[in-house]
């Protein structure tokens, strides 16, 4: 409609609503929609910046989607200069926990992200257009409301709970569509009189919008990532403002995303049906609408189908399982954003050293239905990002990680740090590095049996060589004979196999296969006895880095508790 249109359709309405009334119904505002749009002017930002929200609820619940969405708001906003603020939605006071904002930003900030502007916590904000949390904004919901009321666009409901489901009842009998509409919508006819007498008698009430839109008429959308979507007009008389004076969600986000001028709504696409709603909203209050980018979910396989990865079901659905288990953030971004945009895999294959914060992303991109969560995958790529950083690294990172989730770890990395910088240097700074770590969390696997105190709690795994004897004369026989401290790699391994073969195990892998009958094994096995010998484990980094920094007096040790068993 025409500015000027739309001004006339308002002046001629005959459902404008005094001022006195609509006072009575909102009373105690001390300002009009004109000083809230003063009060937040555009902003100043560069042609085509990005701005967008993350708008939770605060009810305790980050899910790995909402990482998903946020870091492609975090990309896009950062891309164009623009802007991603931290609007926390509360305006269903029975869902809210206890600390639920502070809750929030530590899982958010959990993943390296931050936010421009908004709530910090359950008392303090930053940004010029709060406040921030929507309970804190109820005045000017509720001046928006009382607009819409003089220019009767809206009206006070005094239904009761049977009179809803008395339509609802009839509506069903009748097969007709579900809802508070059009001639359904019964309290759009009260008079200014019965508005009185119900205030005075201290009915509760809520706001409906009095809704113009034609159900017949259709609506046409472009979102950013679903493209065209076509819907019927929203006909219903939805609440603006309920009986607790505080706003729905539809109308208070409406607002907020206008007066915080918001470019780009990016959420999850459980909110397309949504959208004849939010629209409507959008035209009645003369906003102009923002651009809607809605996310497809993560899913997973579960037998033949495929569902949305569930808070319910799914451990890894809550990020905190990812700071639990010690999954480094960057490995989890990567993988977000393998997910996000098909084209991030092929440019990562060749920028791995840089951040990813150089990839640039595009709403094109990304897929318009779910994207199944591999687990295994990110895992993967987990692997590859910690077996990049220097043994150091690794090492700050999983005493950091175990101070709050591990005790036993942090122990035996506080008393170690030397011999574990070693160990975790083996086979590291290398064309291929070892890949043995996902988490922080299998550190502990990886290393426990460098340190004596551990030791001696295992019980000794072997593997083909079970007899007793022939062990003890193996390990005495090169420990005695052979084995020299100070020897290089490759003078050790000579001797390896000189031992093996004094002692009738093949040491050309080659002549073993042709004439096994020959051998009592093969040098694999003879180093796998030394091997858990002096780990325990039948699977190690390089043993000679392992017996180097074991040195031969807990080697010896090792030995003889052995002899022991
Ligand atoms: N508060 C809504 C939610 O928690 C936000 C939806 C939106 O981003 O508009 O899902």
New binding site residues.
């Given amino acids: 409609m025409h500015p000027w249109a739309y001004d006339l359709f308002i002046l001629e309405r005959k459902e404008k609503m005094k001022k006195e009334l609509v006072e009575k119904l909102l009373p105690g505002l001390t300002h009009d929609v004109s000083y809230y749009e003063n009060l937040y002017p555009e902003r100043n930002l560069a042609e085509g910046a990005i701005v967008t ?5 605060p009810t305790g619940f980050v899910h790995i989607g909402n990482i998903f969405q946020l870091y492609i708001s975090k990309k896009m906003a950062e891309q164009t200069g623009g802007i991603v603020f931290l609007r926390i ?1 509360d305006t269903d006071q029975e869902r809210m926990v206890e600390n639920g904002i502070t809750r929030i930003i530590h899982d958010v900030n959990g993943f390296g992200i931050t936010f421009d502007e908004g709530a910090i916590n359950e008392e303090e904000e930053k940004g010029e257009y709060g406040p921030y949390i929507q309970s804190h904004r109820k005045e000017i919901y509720q001046t928006y409301a009382k607009d819409l009321l003089l220019k009767g666009l809206a009206y006070p409901d005094f239904s009761t709970k049977e009179e809803l489901d008395e339509i609802r009842k009839e509506q069903e009998q009748t097969k007709k569509r579900i809802g508070y509409y059009g001639n359904w919508a019964k309290s759009r006819n009260y008079s200014e009189e019965e508005i009185e007498k119900k205030l005075k008698d201290n009915v509760p009430f809520i706001i409906r919008l009095r809704n113009n839109g034609d159900y017949d008429q259709k609506i046409v959308v472009e979102d950013a990532i679903k493209g065209k979507l076509e819907f019927p007009e929203d006909d219903i008389d939805q609440v603006l403002i309920k009986s607790d004076g505080l706003p729905t ?1 539809h109308f208070a ?1 409406v607002i907020d995303d206008h007066l915080m001028h918001t470019t780009h ?4 696409d ?2 397309v049906s949504s959208l004849p709603v939010h629209l409507g909203l959008t035209k009645v209050l003369g906003f102009t609408p923002p651009i809607y980018c809605h996310i497809p979910p993560l899913t997973k396989k579960e037998g033949d189908t495929i569902r949305k990865l569930s808070k319910r079901k799914d451990p890894e659905a809550a990020v905190s399982y990812y700071h639990e288990m010690g999954i480094p953030k960057e490995a989890v971004m990567i993988y977000l954003a393998t997910v996000a945009n098909s084209n991030f895999e092929e440019w990562y294959l060749e920028h791995e050293e840089e951040s990813i914060d150089n990839f640039t992303m595009s709403f094109s991109k990304i897929g318009t239905s779910g994207a199944l969560f591999d687990m295994e995958k990110l895992l993967n790529i987990s692997r590859n990002y910690l077996s990049k950083l220097t043994a150091k690294e690794m090492y700050e990172r999983t005493l950091s990680w175990a101070k709050t989730y591990h005790e036993e770890l942090k122990e035996l990395l506080e008393n170690h740090q030397e011999e574990a910088i070693k160990f975790l240097d083996i086979e590291r700074n290398t064309e291929k590095p070892r890949k043995d770590y996902a988490m922080y969390r299998d550190v502990l696997e990886g290393i426990w049996y460098m340190f004596d105190e551990k030791f001696t709690d295992v019980s000794y795994e072997w593997q083909k060589i079970t007899d007793k004897e022939e062990i003890q004369t193996i390990v005495n026989s090169y420990m005695n004979e052979y084995y020299k401290v100070g020897d290089s790699e490759e003078v050790w391994f000579q001797k390896m196999k000189e031992c093996a073969e004094k002692l009738g195990y093949a040491a050309n892998m080659k002549e073993y296969k042709q004439n096994p009958e020959n051998y009592k094994g093969n040098i694999a096995d003879f180093s796998t006895v030394i091997r858990v010998a002096l780990t325990s484990k039948s699977k190690t980094p390089n043993l000679y880095d392992i017996m180097n920094i074991l040195g031969e007096k807990k080697m010896k040790w090792r030995i003889e508790k052995l002899s022991k068993k």
């Fill in positions: 929200r993350y708008a939770p609820s939605e969600y986000h709504v990016i959420r999850g459980e909110w």
